[in-house]
């Protein structure tokens, strides 16, 4: 059986676009728990350290990829050092009418107007509970799209899954929920966050909780957000989510799809947002950079800007799990052509 799914393993970037996305995405689900071990190469210089959390290397999967954790232990032993799942909502949700899910492929990116489609915070509690831990699993909630109080909700999905999870993600940021990013407004804001953190308290160990925000933001957005995360006592901010901007020179017939673009053209404006929070920070919050990842020259660009951990999505989706030796392997080379001795000593080096 593993013989089989090594091979299948092999194919998938060529064998899976050609493929509707999510009939690709769903394969992939399906095969990945079959999948072999990764590399298991030792990568001493590259451990780190996220918000009290040890990591084996900075590299990890972003959100979106598996909504109900169906193949996180399989995500895990591909290599990545941390897999995060959800967004999960506390009752199940179908998401938007297909097709909502993009190739741009001449743009290497993704446009995505998923909605929340997930089995809910049970289903995913079933998952979770009494599984070996093998390695760092986040939660990523967020909240249904007819949710008349969100905060209560937020500290619902928490209560339910922090006990089951390394470290939880408040998810204010898809452009695909009808007014979730506007509980990105201090006070709109500062309600979520205290619900989610008054669960935390009622939920035994505690666990690091981070924020995950959109790119298009402005910086005076950007500035109170950072203000109230540190001020509620947030531990770290995830940034960022997908963009509704459409930057100039997208090639792709499907750019003018509604939804939220990732990928490649998201790699600048995301990182430049993330060097404005870490700056304003000033190392009191621990950053997780997403957005745009496709080498090591990009980790290790958001590692300058004060990620301690970085993430990815579309790039998987392109390469397949080969991407993450490759990715290590890069960072490692640029960490050594700039004299640095390990990862920890070049984060946030650039800010
Ligand atoms: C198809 C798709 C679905 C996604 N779903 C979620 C989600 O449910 N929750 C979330 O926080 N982010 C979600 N994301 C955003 C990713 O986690 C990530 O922040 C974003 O894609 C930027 O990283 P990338 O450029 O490496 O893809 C999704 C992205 C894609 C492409």
Excluded: W
Aim: net charge positive; with cysteine.
């Amino acid at each position: 059986m593993e013989g089989l799914a090594r091979r299948l393993l092999h194919i998938p970037p060529r064998l899976l676009a050609s493929l509707p996305p999510e009939t690709a995405h769903d394969l992939a689900i399906r095969l990945i728990p079959l999948a072999p071990r990764g590399r298991q190469a030792e990568r001493p210089g590259l451990e780190t350290t996220i918000a009290g959390i040890d990591l084996a290397h900075p590299l990890g999967l972003a959100a979106g990829f598996d909504k109900d954790a169906r193949a996180a232990l399989g995500l895990l032993r591909l290599g990545f050092a941390f897999v995060e799942v959800g967004t999960v909502t506390i009752r199940p949700q179908a998401g938007n009418p297909r097709p909502r899910l993009f190739r741009l492929a001449a743009d290497r990116a993704i446009i995505n107007r998923m909605g929340f489609n997930n089995a809910g915070i049970e289903a995913m509690a079933g998952r979770l509970q009494g599984r070996p831990h093998t390695g760092i699993t986040g939660v990523n909630i967020g909240i249904n799209k007819d949710s008349t109080d969100p905060a209560r909700d937020y500290g619902i999905a928490a209560a339910r899954l922090l006990p089951l999870a390394d470290y939880l993600t408040i998810n204010v940021s898809s452009p695909n929920t009808p007014g979730l990013r506007d509980l990105q407004e201090e006070r709109a804001l500062a309600g979520v966050l205290d619900a989610v953190l008054e669960a935390r308290r009622n939920a035994g160990p505690a666990k690091p909780v981070f924020l995950k925000v959109a790119p298009d933001l402005d910086d005076r957005s950007a500035d109170a957000i950072t203000e109230t995360a540190m001020a509620r006592g947030i531990d770290g901010i995830i940034a960022t989510n997908t963009t509704i901007a459409r930057p100039p020179g997208l090639r792709s017939p499907a750019r003018a799809e509604k939804g939220g673009l990732s990928g490649r053209p998201l790699m600048a404006p995301s990182t430049r947002l993330l060097q404005r929070m870490a700056r304003r920070a000033a190392g009191r919050l621990a950053f997780i950079g997403v957005g745009g990842i496709a080498s090591g020259a990009d980790a290790y660009e958001k590692v300058l800007n004060g990620a301690s951990a970085v993430q990815l999505y579309t790039a998987f989706v392109y390469e397949g799990p080969a991407i993450i030796d490759r990715i290590l392997d890069e960072l490692e080379a640029c960490l050594a052509r700039d004299g640095h001795a390990d990862l920890a000593s070049a984060i946030g080096t650039g800010l």
